[in-house]
T-cell receptor, first 115, second 116 residues
């Protein structure tokens, strides 16, 4: 069965802290994605990666960076957390790089609060 | 870029009633379209997708959607709502050209409430 796991369900951090959100998939998927979800705004793409060490900016990359050193793991980094980054963060993966018909499989999400 | 509009951020129906969730898309090329569902405190899961085969697509849990090119729509329906259908529903369109091939553009979501 398909599995995407995220390191934490809930996280509380302070303004200015460096924050790491980890995502792991066990399906040998090529594509991985990071979204943030806010009420009334739907899902907005932060970054995605279609191969190890490759990354593409999404719609709202400012204040975030990513790392993909291994195929199964995709990390989202908040270099200096701010209160406007309080949100739900969702990771997803899909099988084949740059194939537009593929289903994306989602993790359960990390609810991040920045105080 | 592609875009998706979901009409109605909240929809309420009685148990047993028809469910209709509306989605319109904007795309300069033939689109691939998806409906995802999010139950409380969970990630999203795929309900169904249109990838240019049959225009009427059947999904899980009795849901279906019809692709109408002339109306640029992909509305989601279910003949008879069940309490377990209460969730948030997202329509999405896939980017199918260029360097960002395969990424999704999501609508803002529709929260479905089912009354007993």
């Amino acid at each position: 069965d398909v599995k995407v796991t995220q390191s934490s369900r809930y996280l509380v951090k302070r303004t200015g802290e460096k924050v790491f959100l980890e995502c792991v998939q066990d399906m040998d998927h090529e594509n991985m994605f990071w979204y943030r979800q806010d009420p009334g705004l739907g899902l907005r793409l932060i970054y995605f990666s279609y191969d190890v060490k490759m990354k593409e900016k999404g719609d709202i990359p400012e204040g975030y960076s990513v790392s993909r050193e291994k195929k199964e793991r995709f990390s989202l980094i908040l270099e200096s957390a701010s209160t406007n980054q309080t949100s739900m963060y969702l990771c997803a993966s899909s099988f084949v790089a740059q194939r537009s018909t593929d289903t994306q499989y989602f993790g359960p999400g990390t609810r991040l609060t920045v105080l | 870029a592609q875009s998706v509009t979901q009409l109605g951020s909240h929809v309420s129906v009685s148990e047993g009633a028809l469910v209709l969730l509306r989605c319109n898309y904007s795309s300069s090329v033939p689109p691939y379209l998806f409906w995802y569902v999010q139950y409380p405190n969970q990630g999203l899961q795929l309900l169904l997708k249109y990838t240019s085969a049959a225009t009427l697509v059947k999904g899980i849990n009795g849901f279906e959607a019809e692709f109408k090119k002339s109306e640029t729509s992909f509305h989601l329906t279910k003949p008879s709502a069940h309490m377990s259908d209460a969730a948030e529903y997202f329509c999405a369109v896939s980017e199918n050209r260029g360097s960002t091939l395969g990424r999704l553009y999501f609508g803002r979501g529709t929260q479905l409430t089912v009354w007993p």
